[in-house]
């Protein structure tokens, strides 16, 4: 036998074109073992039992009849059928006995590797490797059985079997029947590596793009303490890293968000079993399972991985990736990678589109997975035993799925989970099979009944909403490659950091608007002159005051330094919008906060005044030379700052919005300067103003003598030319964008604009609402028109027919 192909190859003795004889995972793992370990990537050692093995050790036991005669009689579509054969073909291989020269083969091989670790018995992870896994077209992600810290001749022989029968579980042979694979065709190798002892440290997956929306400049990292198996199940939710590609390669500050997850338990070595399950103490959960440094050297490994096989295939192949920390040595390795499959196949000119069309009540919330809608029928399943009870269509409602689980998800509209995060595996296969999927939605077993009509909503891309009865939505299936192209630059207004990401195929020159007050108000929730006088907060006794700190706390768990939460927020938040749209310029308007939407902020009621008319009060400049908000504005200056001098995003261009005078502008460009914000000292940098007010357009030579551009704010001047209270909907009536007296007003600043050659754009509603109001624009010259994301694409059309 051995004749005809080899039963054991070492890693450095394989590469891409053995995946008949080792399977889509071993060929991967031993081509970067090759190829990318003496470039610095780290890679623990081991061997791979071949296919060749495989089919010698059924021909030994005489098998293959066997199989194929219980393989005749499945029916895939039924549960029960599926249970049995697979059942029956397991028992089959586990009772099967490997043959005398492959037990020879495979002990020698694990000895010489006990060896070269200097080690008498190593610990090793046996993973399975099938011929029709890990294939840019199929991934057959965890269809076949892994087993961690083994070591001994007979353990590692009986893992070896126990990979062999696992290819013939439940949910692979239900897999392989989608995906019209030959189950009898279908080969077997294994993987015997030197296990990275992560039970110490760290581990988790990566992958080279977000694997949300698709975005591919980024790195998505996650990682838990311990043993890398509860990721993967969803027992917990990991910590998660965004690292931005473009600045990471030319060495700048890459990381452009850190989530901490829920990390509050870990598989580590057990003592008479192979692993167990240990509680990790609260003041470890809060701290971060990867040091920046380590986050760095990560993503720049995965952005070599992703390189070296697109250039493998011919193709950009973005890639899914484990990695592990050892304790012992404190160094980082991967431990095996696959091409990612769901954004890599898609049509990267269509654009499905998602939108609710009503409101209604929501029951349960959590992490989104995919931006799909759908309606169904609740199904809780608590116990894979009761699989055969769920019917197509239905709603899959549970604690975490497992493969096991692959048979009924696959005909399941949409999938909600109580615990996991977007790498468990009710996220990956959601994704693949693209349902939506809200993982971490707990309580939902209990909130939920059964037969409930639910409407799964994921359309935000972020955060998974599961309301109440059935709740109408539209598909718009949109073709980037037919939409026209024009003159006036179209850019996007973005308010949520996760929109942008979301929206990073649209046809745009930009972000026109990026509102920090989303970021304050949904991100932080707290009153940044709160956590300016936290420590003083943290003295006072009474009641309303020691609730205060209490959210705070709550809200900044792992923060030792509040002020630099807000800092660090914003500036996340702001990176993630500017990176959606890297290198095209991202206009990011500072604060605009009236007193009472302060007010609602946690320790808000503090510091705020209450004012009668507040639209027309205490809001854009006059706060931030204030001395009573003057230091809460220098937080927002260092957080632009760390945005374009450390992650690198000079792309960034900050803007003032309302500033009724000279004398106001004066005094904010003077704040900015001294935060560092001067450009005197940084050429690449421009400073924008918001022309909303009268005064802004009347002076506009002088503003724009200070400012590299303005963008009108349509709505705030159309409410302050008119004399209206845009909040009042008794007056809502007289007028709108289209007065005479607005556009008027409007037509005169494009004027100046252009004979003073500087940037004038609009960022308002009114060119979405109003299709003459575009034409109005163009025929003006305006060099910009900012929409909301849902309008960009039809707002597109009617531009250009303005401009021809």
């Not at 494009?750 to 624009?777: E, M």
């Amino acid at each position: 036998m051995s004749n005809v192909a080899p039963l054991i190859l070492w890693f450095d003795q394989i590469d891409l074109d053995q995946v008949s004889l080792v399977g889509g995972k071993n060929a991967s793992l031993g081509a970067m073992y090759r190829d990318l370990k003496p470039r610095g990537i780290n890679l623990a050692n081991g061997f791979a039992v071949t296919t060749a093995a495989y089919r010698h050790f059924l021909d030994h036991n005489n098998l293959s009849k066997k199989m194929s005669a219980i393989l005749a009689e499945l029916d895939v579509s039924r549960v029960d059928s599926l249970q049995h054969a697979g059942s029956q073909i397991r028992h089959l291989l586990l009772e099967g006995r490997l043959p005398t020269d492959l037990q020879e083969k495979i002990i020698s091989a694990y000895h010489d590797l006990s060896n070269a670790y200097d080690e008498k018995l190593t610990d090793v992870a046996v993973r399975s490797s099938a011929t029709a896994e890990d294939l840019p077209g199929a991934s057959f992600a965890g269809q076949q059985e892994t087993y961690l810290n083994v070591s001994g001749d007979e353990s590692i022989l009986l893992a070896v079997k126990k990979c062999f029968a696992s290819l013939f579980t439940d949910r692979a042979i239900s897999y392989r029947a989608d995906k019209k694979f030959d189950q009898t065709e279908i080969g077997l190798s294994v993987a015997v590596q030197k296990m990275v002892r992560s039970d110490l440290a760290s581990s988790g997956v990566a992958f080279s793009l977000d694997t949300e929306t698709g975005f591919t400049k980024v790195v998505t990292i996650n990682s838990i303490y311990g043993l890398g198996e509860l990721i993967v199940q969803g027992a917990v939710t990991p910590d998660e890293f965004i690292v931005f590609k473009p600045t990471l390669e030319r060495g700048r500050g890459a990381i452009l968000s850190k989530t901490l997850g829920i990390k509050n338990r870990k598989l580590v070595y057990g003592h008479k079993t192979q692993t167990q399950l240990l509680t990790i103490p609260a003041a470890e959960q809060q701290s971060f399972s990867l040091s920046d440094d380590e986050i760095v050297l990560l993503a720049s490994w995965v952005v070599e991985i992703e390189k070296y096989f697109s250039a493998k295939r011919n193709r950009y192949q973005p890639m899914d990736i484990e990695w592990a920390k050892d304790g012992r040595s404190g160094q980082l390795f991967i431990v095996q990678a696959r091409p990612e499959t769901v954004h890599a196949e898609a049509d990267k000119n269509s654009y499905l589109e998602y939108r609710l069309l009503g409101s209604g009540q929501v029951l349960v919330e959590g992490a989104a997975v995919g931006t799909a809608i759908t309606h169904g029928r609740v199904r809780i399943i608590k116990d894979p035993k009761h699989l055969s009870e769920f019917k197509a269509g239905e709603v899959l409602v549970t604690e975490i799925t497992d493969p096991d689980w692959e048979p009924i998800m696959k005909i399941a509209a949409a999938i909600i989970t109580e615990r996991g995060g977007r790498t468990s595996h009710a996220a990956i296969v959601s994704r693949e099979l693209g349902i939506p999927c809200v993982v971490g939605a707990a309580s939902a077993a209990r909130v939920l009944k059964n037969e409930q009509l639910i409407t799964v909503d994921c359309s935000s891309g972020k955060q998974g909403l599961v309301y109440d009865g059935t709740i109408e939505f539209k598909k718009i299936t949109n073709r980037l490659d037919q939409i026209p192209t024009t003159r006036t630059k179209v850019m996007v207004n973005v308010g949520s950091p996760a929109e942008a990401f979301k929206n990073h195929y649209l046809p745009v020159s930009g972000v026109g608007l990026g509102r920090l007050e989303f970021i304050i108000n949904s991100y932080i929730k707290i009153h940044p002159r709160a956590l300016l006088d936290y420590e003083n907060l943290k003295q006072k006794t009474d009641p309303h005051t020691k609730q205060i700190v209490k959210k705070i706390d709550q809200l900044t768990l792992g923060e030792t330094n509040k002020i630099n939460h807000y800092v660090n927020e914003l500036a996340e938040g702001v990176g993630k919008i500017a990176a959606a749209f890297f290198p095209a310029p991202a206009i990011i308007r500072f604060s605009d906060f009236k007193t009472n939407e302060y007010r609602t902020l946690i320790g808000g009621d503090l510091y705020e005044p209450a004012e009668e008319n507040p639209m027309i009060g205490w809001r854009g400049a006059s706060r931030y030379y204030h001395p009573d908000f003057s230091n809460a504005f220098a937080l927002e200056c260092v957080a632009i700052k760390k945005v374009r001098d450390f992650m690198g995003l000079t792309n960034v261009i900050p803007m003032i919005p309302f500033c009724r005078t000279i004398d106001e502008a004066h005094k904010v460009l003077g704040i900015l300067a001294s935060a560092g914000l001067d450009r005197q000292q940084d050429p690449t940098l421009k400073i924008y103003m918001m022309a909303e007010i009268p005064s802004n357009i009347i002076q506009a030579e002088d503003f724009l003598d200070l400012f590299d551009g303005l963008s009108i704010g349509s709505n705030d001047l159309t409410q302050l030319v008119l004399g209206l209270d845009r909040d009042s909907s008794l007056v809502a009536s007289v007028g709108n964008e289209n007065h005479p007296a607005v556009k008027k007003l409007i037509a005169q600043l494009i004027s100046v604009g252009r004979a003073k050659n500087k940037y004038i754009g609009i960022c308002g509603q009114a060119p979405s609402d109003y299709p003459d109001f575009v034409r109005f624009l163009v025929e003006q010259g305006i060099e910009s028109i900012s929409l909301n994301p849902d309008t960009v694409i039809k707002t597109i059309t009617p531009i250009h027919d303005a401009e021809n």
